[in-house]
Each structure stands twice: as C-alpha cells, then as structure tokens.
DNA sequence: ATATCGATTATCT
DNA sequence: GATAATCGATATG
C-alpha cells in the first residue's frame, strides 16, 4: 500500500500532444487490479509517438486493425506483439480521430513486487535482481501480464477498468530527454523520457 | 565492460 | 520474404 490514495487520471489529461503526455506520465503509477491484490508500478521512463510525419510511429503508414486504437479516443491501451516474443504497451493521446501515443518503456516496483517476479520468472536475490522485473517496455508488460487479447483497446482511466494509470503525489526532481530507443527510422528525434537518476530506468547505467 | 546473435510471429511489401 | 518501439544468453576484452 501507498501513503497518498492514488487518484486515477482523467480522459483529458491523455487529450494533447504525446511529446506532452510522455513528459506528464513521468512519476505516474501503472496500477493492474488483481481480485483484491494489485501490482503498481511507477512510470520512470517513456516515448512519445507523434501521428503523420514520425516515420517510427506505427501510425505513419496509416490506420489499419492493427492500430486502429491509436485513431481512437484518448486514455486507451495500445498493444502489439514485437519480435515474437513480447508485448509493448502505449497509451492514446490526443483527440478521437487523431493518431498518437506514448510508449512506456520502464516501471519502478513498487506493490506485487513478488507476485511480478513470478510472472516474469525471476528470483529475487539481491537488491539489483529487481531491476530485471519491468526495466524494459517487454519486461514490464510481463510483469503486468499485459498481452494484446486481454489488455488491447482497454481503457486505462476508467474506475471500472483492471489496468489503470493514476497520481498518487510522487513529484519527478528532474527529467532528462533523449533519442528514442531500438528504432531505425527517425532514430535521432529527442523523444525519450527519464526520470534523471532514477535507477530503473532500462539499458545500462553509469 | 561491450558486442553479437538466436528466438519467434504479426504485419506489411 | 523481410522486418520489427526486445530480451537473454553467450562470447570476448
């Protein structure tokens, strides 16, 4: 449990730029309603995808089933299957009938900490063991048990809804911006959004 | 410490 | 038939 109640967020606050959202969701919880157990996990690191002219976003090409949820309103999941082997979870931004997200590319734990360790088949022995449970857009989504047939299309601000995004008051000191990771087209746009210093965040580290 | 590579499948050319 | 918003294992310095 969490000292401050998490509030969830609203419609509105997914309704504008994704380079906007991205920035915003820094610091905001990832919550996924299990019965009366939940896993959380805080958003420490994300990318924006932009609609037409960001050859990276799936939504360049155009809507198609696939990524008809980006063209849909905002707060919604977005999730595809990569590289046979794992799923990737972005959240819709900007009005119905515009294409945009924000891919979340790592959490930090922080509630179900054993129970995601499990989902994700790794033993926690040291301290450093949990950065293997959701520093990474495929490691969280496993962790969370999000896969596209359960969680795509769903939305993530709805009370009623058992995965859902929410404030709980934690405040980011400072941000840092980078290029967007694992891409080839428009690989050098400053997308990328991290929490400075927070040791969670995927790749390596310093 | 970094580098390379295989896994495995939905989607698009 | 090629590619992909990745991960984990293995090899090498």
Redesign the pocket.
């Known amino acids: 449990m969490n000292g401050s109640p998490a509030k969830l967020l609203q419609p509105a606050f997914f309704d504008r730029d994704p380079r906007v959202v991205a920035r915003a969701l820094l610091g905001k919880v990832l919550i996924r309603k299990l019965g009366r157990r939940r896993l959380t996990g805080r958003i420490v690191e994300t990318?924006a995808?932009l609609g037409s002219g960001d050859a990276?976003?799936?939504?360049t090409?155009g809507k198609?089933?696939?990524?008809a949820v980006?063209w849909g309103p905002p707060g919604h999941a977005?999730v595809?299957?990569?590289?046979?082997?794992?799923y990737?979870l972005?959240v819709s931004c900007l009005p119905d009938g515009e294409a945009g997200?924000v891919?979340f590319?790592a959490l930090e734990p922080v509630d179900g900490i054993e129970a995601m360790a499990a989902a994700?088949?790794?033993k926690i022995r040291n301290d450093s063991d949990l950065k293997?449970i959701s520093?990474?857009?495929?490691?969280?989504t496993?962790a969370f048990g999000i896969t596209?047939d359960r969680d795509n299309g769903k939305s993530l601000v709805s009370s009623k809804s058992d995965l859902q995004l929410a404030d709980d008051g934690y405040r980011v000191r400072k941000m840092l911006v980078t290029k967007?990771?694992?891409?080839?087209?428009s690989a050098d746009e400053p997308l990328r959004y991290v929490i400075a210093g927070n040791r969670f965040v995927?790749g390596?580290r310093p």
């Open positions: 990318e995808y990276a976003a799936h939504a090409a198609t089933a696939r990524n980006l977005y595809y299957f990569i590289y046979g082997n794992h990737c972005n997200c891919l590319r994700r088949g790794v293997k520093s990474g857009p495929g490691r969280m496993e596209r967007r990771v694992g891409i080839t087209k995927s390596v």
